[in-house]
C-alpha cells in the first residue's frame, strides 16, 4: 500500500535555486495538501487542491506555486529558493476537501537551503 | 484568528502509566478534530477524528474527548507502552473561512521502559 508517495526525500539546494517536489497518490481522493513543518510551529498550509483542476492558496503561498497534473499528482515548486525556505515538507491528500474523511500524509521531504 | 495550543510540549512517563494529551483552541466554530502520531523522519498517521457534533472517539488503548463550548480536547492513552513513544499532533478544520485545517505544535512522548 503506497498511500502518498513523496519525491525527493532529501535535497540541499543553493539559495537562488529552483527545484519542483513531486508527490502521488494512489487512494483516488480528490483532495491534495502541502503543507511545511517547521520546528516548534506545527505544520502550515502551503497551497491546496481541492479537486484536479483547483488550486488555492493556504496559510504561507509566498515564495511557492503548485501545479495539479492530474488527480493523482500534485507538485510543488520552488522558483528561487531562500533559506527561510529551510524545512520539512508533507504532502497529504483526502477524500473530499470538506468532508469529514481524514487527510493521510506521505514521509516528508527534507530540504535544506544554503 | 485559530489558533491551536498543545501543552505540554515533552512529556516523560514510565511504562504502564495512563496519560493525558492536551489540546486547546481559540475558536468554537470548527467542523472537526484530528489526533495524529508522528514518528521521527516519518510523516503523520491519523489516530482519531471527531466530528463537530460528537463528544469522542475511541480506538483500541486511545480514547479522544472533544469540548467545542470550551475550546479543549484531550487524547488518553491507558497502559502506555515503549512504542507509543512519538510526537502527538492535534489539528482542527474551522468550519469558516475555507476549511482550512489549523495543527498544534504537537507533544513529544517519550514511555520509559
Known amino acids: 500500500n503506497a498511500g502518498v508517495t513523496q519525491t525527493p526525500k532529501f535535497q540541499v539546494l543553493k539559495t537562488g535555486q529552483s527545484m519542483t517536489l513531486q508527490c502521488a497518490q494512489d487512494?483516488?481522493?480528490?483532495?491534495m495538501y502541502w503543507y511545511r513543518q517547521d520546528p516548534g510551529m506545527g505544520l502550515r498550509l502551503i497551497y491546496y487542491?481541492?479537486?484536479?483542476?483547483?488550486?488555492d492558496k493556504g496559510e504561507v503561498p509566498n515564495g511557492y506555486n503548485v501545479s495539479r497534473l492530474n488527480k493523482r499528482e500534485f507538485s510543488l515548486r520552488l522558483e528561487s529558493a531562500a533559506p527561510s525556505q529551510t524545512s520539512v515538507y508533507f504532502c497529504?491528500?483526502?477524500?473530499?476537501?470538506?468532508?469529514?474523511?481524514?487527510?493521510?500524509f506521505g514521509d516528508g521531504t527534507r530540504l535544506s537551503i544554503l | 484568528k485559530q489558533e491551536v495550543t498543545q501543552i505540554p510540549a515533552a512529556l516523560s512517563v514510565p511504562e504502564g502509566e495512563n496519560l493525558v494529551l492536551n489540546c486547546s483552541f481559540t475558536?468554537?466554530?470548527?467542523?472537526?478534530l484530528q489526533w495524529f502520531r508522528q514518528d521521527p523522519g516519518k510523516g503523520l498517521t491519523s489516530l482519531l477524528l471527531?466530528?463537530?457534533?460528537?463528544r469522542e472517539q475511541t480506538s483500541g488503548r486511545l480514547n479522544a474527548s472533544l469540548d467545542k463550548s470550551s475550546g479543549r480536547s484531550t487524547l488518553y492513552i491507558a497502559a502506555s507502552q515503549p512504542g507509543d513513544s512519538a510526537t502527538y499532533l492535534c489539528?482542527?478544520?474551522?468550519?469558516?473561512?475555507?476549511?482550512?485545517?489549523?495543527f498544534g505544535a504537537g507533544t513529544r512522548l517519550f514511555v520509559k521502559a
Open positions: 497529504a491528500s483526502s477524500e473530499q476537501y470538506a468532508g469529514s474523511q481524514p487527510q493521510h
Open positions: 487512494m483516488n481522493h480528490n483532495s
Open positions: 487542491s481541492a479537486s484536479e483542476g483547483t488550486t
Open positions: 475558536d468554537s466554530a470548527i467542523y472537526n
Open positions: 471527531i466530528q463537530s457534533s460528537q
Open positions: 489539528a482542527v478544520r474551522p468550519s469558516t473561512g475555507g476549511f482550512k485545517t489549523i
